[in-house]
């Protein structure tokens, strides 16, 4: 099947970390993606991990991969704000033809309270 | 300027009307992605087109119609609306073929159908 799933709800104080979770489905893919949805906008890529790595750390965000469990995480660092957004994981079980299809998480609502 | 473009930006029909979406990207980009996020946030891929070939067709219905006529567009025609299609459709184009693919979105068109 192509379901990812995502917890829908999170919320943290500012300053805390976050960690937002994600089961996927296709080990086949390629890349796992973490994109963010401000309110009323379109979705932007935050950051990705390549499959055959475990970690990978950008600034605030790290993202671990646990490819036996098919369990993808997000970690916010100092969470603030401007982080409250809609956060949705992705996978691309077909990478490397003409067009990849991401298959998208269901979302998690990332709430931060100041 | 705008990299991925989409008119309108809301756009409110009665039932049973036909109406078009459109879309440009200005990245170069060969690839382009109509997708649907539903009042719940799912979002799912719907089509997909490859330097003006479609590439992915994701059993919409067929009174779903895109039109890519050049690689810079790709244009979304719905006929006979429906209450069901009402959603957030998000354009989006990527350059397959990088090493992580990035799919850039437009900032979506808001569909109310009464």
């Known amino acids: 099947g192509e379901d990812v799933e995502q917890s829908l709800f999170l919320s943290v104080r500012e300053g805390d970390s976050s960690v937002i979770n994600c089961t996927y489905t296709d080990s086949s893919s390629t890349y796992l993606y973490w994109y963010k949805q401000e309110p009323g906008a379109g979705l932007q890529l935050l950051t990705y991990?390549?499959?055959?790595?475990d970690m990978k750390q950008d600034q605030r965000l790290t993202v671990l991969l646990n490819k036996k469990d098919k369990h993808l995480s997000l970690r916010i660092a100092d969470t603030q704000t401007g982080d409250s957004a809609i956060y949705f994981c992705a996978e691309t079980p077909n990478y490397g033809g003409a067009t990849n299809k991401l298959i998208f998480g269901t979302g998690t609502l990332l709430a931060v309270q100041p | 300027d705008t990299a991925v473009s989409q008119t309108p930006k809301y756009l409110v029909t009665q039932m049973g009307n036909d109406k078009s979406i459109k879309c440009e990207q200005n990245?170069?980009?060969?690839?382009m992605y109509w997708y649907k996020q539903d009042s719940k946030k799912f979002l799912k891929i719907m089509f997909s087109?490859?330097?003006?070939?479609?590439?992915i067709n994701e059993t919409v219905p067929n009174r779903f119609s895109p039109k890519s006529p050049d690689k810079a567009h790709l244009n979304l025609h719905i006929n006979s609306l429906e209450l069901g299609d009402s959603a957030v459709y998000f354009c989006?184009?990527?350059?397959?073929?990088?090493?992580?693919?990035?799919?850039?979105f437009g900032p979506g068109t808001r569909l109310t159908v009464t």
């Open positions: 990245l170069g980009h060969d690839t």
């Open positions: 991990i390549f499959s055959n790595m």
């Open positions: 087109y490859n330097n003006k070939e479609l590439i």
């Open positions: 989006a184009s990527s350059l397959p073929g990088t090493s992580v693919d990035e799919q850039y």
